[in-house]
């Protein structure tokens, strides 16, 4: 299966906060990612400042007018019905009838995407074109939908590495269908999983996390907190990574910290041309994750951003607007962050002064004018190496691609010149 | 009474840093201040390095030619008298008297302002006009003058408030008829101390001081340093308030104090095209209450600043040089100043994650694409909200105004979001 | 004599990092410095990574065709001997002869200056213009050289201050006939050093040091490591001081030594047009000087850096290419450097507030608009004289020259309103 395969299956799917779409996908995931754990969290749970809402259910919902023909209907889009929307069956007249409907003006051919999570009410999304050919009279209403106690649904991959020492990836997985923001990141997580899973080892255990937005991302944080405090050196929340158009950078709330700096590192080195964003343009749950006391050291790499794209929340953000090649690109590209982040190593030298790299085969044995300098990146490599830099900071600092530091430091290493040391400060 | 009807009534009063008129000027304030206490240190007192000088008293002081015709006379202008002058009575030709004669060329038409405090000599100022048509021949030189054991006058308010820490303002009241530099100082204040007096309450304590430039500061700051230095979170040198050319900021010599950070955020908000000085460019009472060890975090707001303008130190800063607007605004600018200081407060959110907005109707109930960033300016300031910044930190940070944060912190205070965190670190 | 007349006499000297040619050249350097000591560390020291190689003897080395002419000779150029040559005296074809032969096709006058020391070969250096020139046939090369056991060879000098804080200058001295890089060093080190012990007295100790590049430097730290790291304030490397070309900077690794500080005011002073060069450009004693753990803050001034001259260890930077002017213009130059260390000071106000200078004779006693701004450059200084910045600090801070700053300081240190603070970090 393609990313794009993936992401055509799960397109359909009528996602919410809560309630079977949730599951449903996360059970096409899990083909793929068979060690993926599908957990529950029970509605009526107190999670920091929020409750963990009701399932909601939503079967059937449409609009006809009083001819009887059908205006809208929820099964041939789920964005036509408002998220958590109540059940209604009622003849009102359109005047009422237009306090329930969401168009956009701007985009007269869109249907937008509306929630309505914590507030009861119902609601239908039209382009704005059908709206305005909407005749005055009646019209009916029928939601059939239902909430129930029952629980919040996510999914947790665990692939275990050599050190405790963890990557908190995170994505959300509430958007119907909506393909950049957001089928894509689930997607773009879900191959980047399958990878690191079948790579022979890792050195850092890396957590997979597919959490509705918000409500998803605070409980599990509720749940979690000590152990992603102690234990995640960075991390990314992956969305918006499916369109060919752009990439972009949004950094943590500190803005250094080891996700940071290899997302930009990644990015200048591949993709220069990105916008960087502010963490005041942030939008999605590293809100939870970087907030005050939580602190997680996490930001994002995206192609367009969420709310910067004119399709974004809309019909528009569609199959068409997302490609294989756009979905792919990114998955490339944090394979790389990852490669960075697992090669990446703070090392002290093991003598003092220079260390005499000729007897080791390790710089020219002769002296001429036209040997100098050829082991000029070796030399500043052991130069900065004291134990207070890591390799990605060294390569930066020393203007040094930084595959070719970590070539020379684990010929360094081999050479007994170099000592590994315990990375103690994670940002 | 307005400013500018003030500073007219004290503009003939010959203030120096000893002697009546110093007494004078501050019987006048009290009338608005009642409070004001007007406190004495004995001449001969040791303040640091410094004595505090004798009181001096001018009586009469005039210049004849040998023909009887006044030339100049200290009741006409008290800039005629060289300050501290010894008293004299003699007739001496024209040049013995030029060495006692005090003129500025490239300002034919000025009489210029000059003291003598520490040692002893007499003297004359007059216009270089005036002075080239000076006749050869004998002149008669009076000067009814005496020094005596007294003291230094000067003028204290303590406003309560309903913390002990204080704002201290502090202006110098030792110049003679001068009216931008430095009436304006003390007529701007005394309307400002008026206000504060009014306000129903304060949340911090303000120490209003009027004293003679130099030796009035540091015979206070010899009294006061231990309360100073443990209460003081702000200040400012009052003096160059009244005429209406342009704004000045000269930073503490810190340069980054609360009282920098509030005059910048006022000036760029309401005069963005002031001009910023540097701490080596001071000239008032911030060279003593910034001293090393002192280190009071005092700045300056001005309009034209003393030393930069052509009628400085001269009669041609009179009350043609200032106005009741210029003097005004100096005087709003200063409440918005006083504003923030108050308003300004560091708060930490009660909650881990983001609070749950909606349920207390400070969010959308509904998502739709022009409900999103509506609560920008809300969410971001609850990201920063981590207790190691203030207000006016998070204000700049976020780019929103600083009154819409703080409307926003009570907001949040009410809802028992916020905390609200003592300042630790007065810079 | 002359620091040319000096280089003149050391420049035929065949010079490598163990042999007669260091004891030789360092024996006429004790001729102006009869104090300096010649030290020895015996072949076979371990020295952290690195061993003290045997002492290499070159007596004879020559090249003839199969005619008998000899092609080149090493008692006509030294450079021609790729140094630490192993012995040899053998027939041998073109083809082979060509791996034993360096040359340099862009400069093709030029006899490149090529060393083995660490590993055993032999060769001999020419012209390309030469080299080209060679018909086929076989050769004739003879070397006389032989190694044995001996020791390497430094130079030291201790020229006493008053304080047991040094100042380390330290230079190489094991390259043969070249001049800018590097007998340039040496020779002004030289006259810098018989200056010093010219001086009355010294404030800080100087501690001159003569030795082979590398491992040299590398044995000397081996053996006053301890003493150097609590010792040592300041430093420098000699070399590439005697061409009139352009002036160059190297900083330390630190990069804000007062090494570096110094070395920046007085290039910026003197010749400011000068290029500052990275650490990462650096290929002298500092490599091992700055080295992790080491951290000694030295830093270095140079006229044509090495590396960065076409002449660069060659044939080309020979007595031609240095004058007499440049290596005096060096000299000059260091001698600030010194002088600027030496009256270096931190001071901290004995009095709160302003002192009252005035009646000291160090102010004005009359106020005019003249007279304002007289001493600013004094007020200035005590303003910063907080025992928290140096007066270079200060100086460059304040804007006023370093030597006025002294002299203001030194003023106020008669008039007891400053005194001297021990400076407690080094760096």
């Given amino acids: 299966m393609t990313p794009y395969q993936l992401l055509e299956r799960l397109f359909p799917i009528n996602r919410s906060i809560t309630g079977q779409g949730v599951e449903e996908s996360l059970e096409i995931i899990k083909t793929l990612l068979p060690a993926l754990r599908i957990l529950k969290i029970p509605s009526g749970t107190q999670c920091f400042d ?3 809402p009701e399932e909601w259910y939503a079967r059937n919902a449409f609009l006809e007018d009083d001819s009887g023909e059908r205006i809208l209907d929820f099964k041939e889009n789920n964005l036509h019905l408002v998220g958590y929307s109540t059940p209604i069956d009622t003849i009102l007249p359109i005047e009422e009838l237009q306090e329930h409907l969401y168009s956009l003006e701007e985009l007269p051919d869109a249907i937008p995407y509306v929630t309505s999570y914590y507030k009861k009410r119902w609601g239908f999304c039209l382009s704005d074109r ?3 050919a909407l005749k005055p009279g009646n019209y009916h209403a029928v939601i059939d939908s239902s909430f129930k106690k029952g629980s919040l649904t996510y999914g947790e991959l665990i692939i275990p590495g050599d050190k405790e020492q963890e990557v908190l990836l995170s994505t959300y997985i509430c958007h119907p269908s909506l393909a950049n923001d957001n089928l894509s990141g689930p997607v773009v997580l879900t191959f980047l999983a399958e990878w690191l899973s079948s790579l022979p080892s890792r050195k850092y255990t890396y957590r997979i996390v597919y959490t509705p937005e918000t409500i998803g991302a605070i409980s599990y944080l509720h749940k979690n907190l000590e152990q992603l405090k102690k234990r ?5 929340i992956f969305t918006c990574l499916g369109d060919e158009r752009t990439w972009s950078y949004l950094p943590s709330r500190n803005g250094n910290t080891l996700s940071d700096r290899v997302a930009k590192y990644v990015l200048n080195k591949f993709v220069p041309a990105y916008t960087t964003y502010s963490f005041l343009d942030r939008g999605s749950d590293e809100r939870q994750y970087c907030s005050p006391g939580v602190d997680l050291p996490i930001a994002s790499i995206m192609r367009s951003k969420y709310g910067t794209y004119p399709e974004y929340h809309t019909s528009l953000d569609n199959l068409g607007f997302v490609t294989d090649e756009g979905l792919n690109q990114s998955l490339e590209l944090y394979k790389n962050v990852i490669g960075i982040i697992e090669k990446n190593a703070t090392y002290k030298t093991t003598c003092l002064c220079e260390p005499q790299l000729g ?24 130069a900065y190496a004291d134990g207070s830099r890591d390799l990605l900071s060294i390569a930066e600092h020393i203007q040094v691609d930084f595959d070719i530091c970590v070539e020379n430091a684990e010929r360094l290493r081999e050479a007994t010149l170099f000592n590994m040391c315990e990375v103690v400060n994670k940002i």
């Fill in 50 to 52: 929020w409750v963990v």
């Fill in 130 to 132: 059908q709206r305005k």
């Fill in 232 to 236: 995640v050196i960075a991390g990314f």
């Fill in 359 to 382: 007897k080791r085969g390790l710089y020219p044995t002769i002296s001429t004018k036209k040997t100098m300098g050829t082991t000029k990146d070796l030399m500043n490599l052991i």
